[in-house]
């Protein structure tokens, strides 16, 4: 059973994986994009952002719904299918309109891959060791990352950005089949399963969280950190590119090295981190995020500002290491916290707001930051834009500091 749990888990994560490779494999193509399509950093950031954000956090609901009674397995298997296939029409497009409407159908199949995935999960592990999990399924996340600043970077430099978007969405049409007819469907907890409705879940699922002082905090520490997270993810190929003089295949295999791998190290050992100091005092698994955060902002500063070329991207690799440390920590919580059957419509609460505020604001305002606020420093514009985008995280850390405070040592 451990060993069939363990399989279930990194197919999840494989599956993960190829959500955020099809998803921020347009970051490191976005000036190639710009430049065929002659578009703005302003419709750049709303590609990356805002339209994505709308379409993947709106279609999280109805999926959440029925993952919470459904075939979880086959929601994640059947949204990998068609995001990837959206990500193939992405390759195609012949302007801004088909962009839009191939990022929208990348949105709709994306929003399949974490709900059901982190219900299936609560499932396979207990409440001890839910944060480790949690934490191996985000690696995916990295990995991910990994493969489209590689593919994305070298792919696109050696055959073009479109070449890039077909290669990428070959990977998810094979691991949906893999997951379907080699993963089993957890044996589903139903303690507590009173939700008659999609309707009532959904109501009963949003009181819950608005009323618990501690997932009210931690839903808007999410949403903070997120708009760091997505509009960094977003922009610092570009600013790399622009500023310290590397091409689209040096930026992408720097990126996929620190994120993908420093980064992936980094999540994966602060969840171990984090089980282990929550044996002594839940707390801590909180108080982790909030110390990487904190400790991030000086080198994240200095990978803006610096202009030695060497000593920035120094300091970028220690920002990546503590960069997804929130993650396990904050769906491990929100889990502990509900019923049983309101997992997968939490995590799709919880997702919404991540999205809405992280991906919607964070790669949008720094676009149009770039463009109306700072377009008189030249290459610098996105250094301040982004510089200015890095004090959310100050705020982010606040609210996980007032979930440490509606804790006690034992939750």
Known sequence: ?????????????????????????????????????????????????????????????????????????????????????????????????????????????????????????SDLYPVERRTSAMATFVVGANIGILLAFLIGGIAGKMFGWRWAFIIASIPGMLLALLLRFTVAEPQRDTTGQKASSHNSLFLATLHTIWHDKGLFHAMWGLALTGIVTFGALAWNPAFIIRVHGLNQAQTGIFLALTIGIIGGLGTWLSGRLADRLGLRDARWRIGLVILAIILAKPFAMGFLLIESRVAALACFVLVAFVAGVFWGPTFAFLHSRVDVHMRPMATAVFIFFFNLVGVGIGPTIVGIASDMVFSGFGSRSLAYALLVMQLMGFWGAWHYWQVTRQMKSKD
């Not at 599956?15 to 399509?37: K, N, P, T, V, W």
């Not at 990500?87 to 929003?111: M, P, S, W």
């Open 1 to 121: 059973m451990k060993r069939s749990n363990t399989y279930a888990l990194v197919m999840l994560a494989a599956i993960f994986a190829i959500a955020q490779l099809d998803r921020h494999i347009l970051g490191i193509s976005l000036d190639a994009i710009g430049r065929e399509f002659i578009l703005s950093d302003t419709q750049l950031g709303l590609l990356s952002g805002l339209i994505f954000a709308l379409v993947f956090v709106m279609a999280g609901f109805p999926i959440a719904a029925l993952a919470s009674k459904g075939n979880r397995r086959n929601i994640v298997a059947a949204s990998a299918g068609f995001w990837s296939l959206m990500t193939l029409a992405t390759g195609a497009a012949q302007n801004f309109t088909h962009l839009i409407v191939a990022r929208l159908g990348v949105g709709v199949g994306e929003a399949g891959a974490v709900s059901p995935a982190h219900s299936m999960i």
